[in-house]
């Protein structure tokens, strides 16, 4: 069997607004499916470097990495017949500035939803998880 290991980086994006706490989630296009904004490390690019731009590709978001959150691990078979091993590091960051969102070949919608809609709305247990555990560094 083909195997194959994969890192990507995502992106914890909080806003307190009222006596809510949102989060910025985004929608996978041509699924239902809701994750936080990430995507994969490019060569020759660095972890927080991959945060920044991806936040930016999916969400119009102009972003800085304030800490590393953690990491997420699961496996996928891809439609080219691998065995995936995959590792997603997350980060909280802090809003620069905010351009105006565009759908792309990756992400159809985004949204700001409160914490506990996120947690309902969030497709992947692991994704609610590391939501958590990012709000007990900034609570």
């Known amino acids: 069997?083909?195997?194959?290991?994969?890192i990507s980086a995502g992106g914890i994006i909080?806003?307190?607004?009222?006596?809510?706490?949102?989060?910025?989630?985004?929608?996978?296009?041509?699924?239902n499916i809701w994750i936080l904004p990430r995507g994969r490390v490019e060569d020759n690019?660095?972890?927080?470097?991959?945060?920044?731009r991806e936040i930016r590709?999916?969400?119009?978001?102009?972003?800085?990495?304030?800490?590393?959150?953690g990491v997420i691990k699961y496996n996928y078979y891809s439609r080219e017949g691998f065995f995936c091993e995959k590792e997603v590091h997350f980060y909280l960051v802090k809003i620069t500035k905010y351009e105006k969102f565009v759908p792309n070949e990756e992400i159809q919608?985004?949204?700001?939803?409160?914490v506990e809609d996120a947690l309902?709305?969030?497709s992947y247990p692991k994704e609610r998880e590391i939501l958590l555990k990012a709000l007990k560094h900034i609570l």
């Not at 919608?109 to 409160?114: A, E, F, N, R, T």
């Open 14 to 31: 909080l806003w307190k607004g009222g006596n809510n706490i949102w989060v910025c989630i985004v929608k996978r296009k041509g699924k």
């Open 57 to 69: 590709e999916e969400t119009g978001i102009i972003s800085k990495v304030l800490r590393k959150v």
């Open 120 to 122: 309902k709305t969030l």
């Open 1 to 6: 069997m083909r195997q194959k290991r994969v």
């Open 45 to 52: 690019e660095n972890m927080e470097d991959t945060v920044v």
């Open 109 to 114: 919608d985004m949204k700001w939803v409160p």
